[in-house]
């Protein structure tokens, strides 16, 4: 008998008050249906884009004759094309994903985000896809919209498991092979590795023209590194384990902690992607409310 | 170092303890899952140089604190002027030079050499050497004495001022002959001395031997403890040659009279000194004014009362640097006659010698000589005899002529020994003994050298050299012994010599051998009388102090006869527990006779500050592991301090360095916390 699929990252609550937030895409989509986001296809839609001269073989039907009446000149009416969004998660299951607090764990937090932005994503007739970010990429969803489709990605996510080595980078590269067409692509992941190799797989994504975002998670421990005593530090992701004196090396630690993230904040600024660094400790809901009022062009001033 | 409460040091490796904290602090550490393991990789890739050796040194200076602590706490003590204490001996073995000139003082204080050697010797042995043996070998008696309380050396009868002269070696060899019978172990030595050359004699030939034997003590360590410091101020007096005269109108004492003055820079200024005399209780005083170092009054004169045949008298001089050389004491009785005996069967030979010891030098004393035939040796009249011509073959140690002999020459009388004409070497005496018959072949063989500045052929008072230069010798014997040349022939061979008579005793007289023979066949000895003559004066001028009533003697240990009635004279009051030691006029009883009168004075050799260099010092102790500490009077130093001081500041300092270690780094713009915490949002 199979094992009961999980879905307690989804918490209705949350999912009714983030409802009135739409997700919006940084740039324009090319959806296989009509939707809500901007499409680089110009269309019939409500959204005036321009005029521009009539030219022979256009439709008569689009002439706009009130200006024609004024002018005397012939001149098309075009208005913006609306369609549907592709949201694709890539969630990073290397086994670092697995700390944290039994029940609130990087991964535990990743698939709130995930679920949670899934959910809105699908409720708005956008589609979505999941893509796990461990080495043999094992987990692959395209996206497709519909709630079969959602039902698949929810038990997707409820079977990700975090261990072994990092494996996001290639997984990323892959993924965007593998998204033929624009997306708004957002990565969960704690990127606790060599930050350089991001910067080609982020760039390999803006290629693509594809929409990134990123949630980089972090615990309040990893920053503050307060212990009191000799620790033997054991690896997550299976490597050697480490004897150390925190109170020898917590400034040299402190010193890579901001090596670390300068590399990483200079990699984001360089690429244009949707950053969010986020600590474990702050309620999603805010970290998602944010997200999204950030992507709405209304309220995206506030949000910053 | 040593350590006055060392059993403490047992706690030395509690200074281990911020290591085993350590460790165990390590050991009990914690286990937890890691995921930011690359900054913790990464930190302690950057924590592998500076942090590390600040880590070690944390450690190290609490180590060093603990450390420096537990060495407080045993109260370790180190040399004042020098790490002189290595750790404890089994054995310390003090030399102490008692000699006169050691009491050389601060007026104001009174402290002399003496004193303050014994009182930094008492300091060191009382913080180190409570469990050592403690041996005290003084320089006036030679005798080893085994200490059971050190706490205050300076009130032992052994260590009391003398006015003696010091043997530093002889001090050194009874300290080793100590060392190999006890066999003492680990042993140090420690020498407290004044480096005056006449006590310590570089020219000494024992030197080499005690260089060996020292060297050879892989458990001995030596410590010179020198008070080279000379006087700024002292002025000495000796009263020498006193002889009673008789004149048509009274008696008068005549004597010879020197002051001298030392440790005075050139220029020296012209001075003038009272002298006090007293004679017999009479006292009169004379002024004498010194150009020089030196103002010698010969033959002063002092007009005595008709009753004042017999009696003892000082001359003094105003309280200086050293109270020791301010006196000199004499005594005089009626003059003994002057008595010569020669041993020979050789008429010319005796004949000469007869003649010249007859015939008078002084006034008023009796000169005598007889002469004897080899076979009637044994009717020497010895009680009476100053001066004893041997010209007979050697007897044999055993025999009673051989005792007798010696017994002659250790009440201080003179003996000269003539060549036999036998020419058999035969036996051998006071490690002497006569070699061959060496004749001239045609020249006769001239004078090459002899000793002007002392003994028999040394020149006059007015410093005219005898009229050796004249001297023509046919026939002389070679002879082996040990001995000081006193003339040598062109090739070198010695022909007058004086043999080296230590052994014999402080009161010993001396021995000479001459190697020819006064007739006309041998030498011009008799022909040109002179040198002869005086040769024979001088020889026979010591020997008659010994038969006198009345003599005048170095202060030396045995220097009075034993088995006697001794009464001070000079203080009656304060008879001194060795009246050998201490300069004063004595009356001996002997058991069966007449009192003798004896005036026991300071070795001259003490008026002499020269001191040994430390270059020479250096030659003597070459090869021997040895420490000098050169002292002053009033220096307040001390041979061994506690610095337990000392150690408790190397703590405090240890825990600042560690405390200063331990401070947190100045938080730069690197590490702000701004960094640390996550943006709003880094860009869209």
Redesign the interface.
Known sequence: MPEPIQRDFLDPAVLGRLMGLPLNS?HPMVGSVSGRHRSPVKGSALEFAQYRKYVPGDDTRRLDWRTWGRTDRYYIKEFEADTNLRLCFIVDTS?????GEEGNT?LDYARRIAGTLAYLAAQQGDAVGLYSGSKDFEHEVPAKRGPIHLGIIFNQLGQLNANGESGLVSSIHQAAEKISQRALIVIVS?L???PEPLREALQHLRFRKHDVALF?L??RQ??D?D?D?????????G?P?????PS???????????????TV?EI??HS????????LD?PYEQVLA?FLM?RNPKT?RS?? | MSFLQPLLLAGLPLALLPLIIHLI??H?????????????????K??KGM?RLR?ILILSMRVLAVAMLIFAASRPLSGGILALTGGKADTVIVLLDRSASMEQQILETGESKRLAALDKLTDLLEKTGQSSEIVLIDSATLKPVVIDDSTNLAELPQTDATSTAADIPALLQIAIDYLVTNESGRTDIWVASDQRESDWKPASGRWQSLRTKLAAQKNVRLFLLNFPEASTSNYSIQASNVQRIQTPENLQLIFDLRVGREGLDEPLEEVTLPVEFIINGTRTVQEVTLIDREAVLQGHTISLGNSDERGWGQASLPADDNLRDNISYLVFDDPAPRKTVIVSDDPDTRDAIIAAAKAPVEIGATYDAIALDETAAAQVPWQETALLFWHAPLPSPDSTEAKLLTQHVKSGRTLIFLPPETSEVGESLFGFSWGKWQESSGTPLEVGWWRTESELLANTRNGAPLPLGDLKLSKTRFYTSESQPLLKLESGEPVISKLITDQLGPTAGNIYIWGTLPRTDHSTFATDGVAFFVMLHRALDPGVNSVSRAQSRDASEGTLPALNVIRSLSSPDQSPLHPDLNAGAYEVTPLRGDPLLFALNRPNSEDSAKTLTDEGIKSLLEGVDYRQISDELGSGSSLAAEVWRAFLLAMALALIVEAALCL??KPGP???PL??????????
Request: no cysteine; hydrophobic share 40%.
């Open positions: 940084r086994g670092s994903m697995a700390y990087r704690d606790l590795f060599e980089h972090l615990d990893e920053l590194f212990f005593r000799p620790t033997r530090f054991v690896d997550l992701e490597g384990s480490l004897l150390a004196d020898l090396i917590d400034r040299r630690y402190r010193e890579a902690l901001t090596n670390y993230f300068k904040d984001m600024n244009v992607i949707d950053y969010h660094r986020i600590l702050e944010r950030g995206a949000a910053r | 602090n390590r009990r550490h914690r286990t937890v899952e890691w995921a930011a393991m690359l900054f913790l990789l990464d930190a302690r950057m924590n942090a880590q947190p780094p690197e590490s702000s960094h640390l915490s996550p943006p709003a949002r880094q860009s869209s």
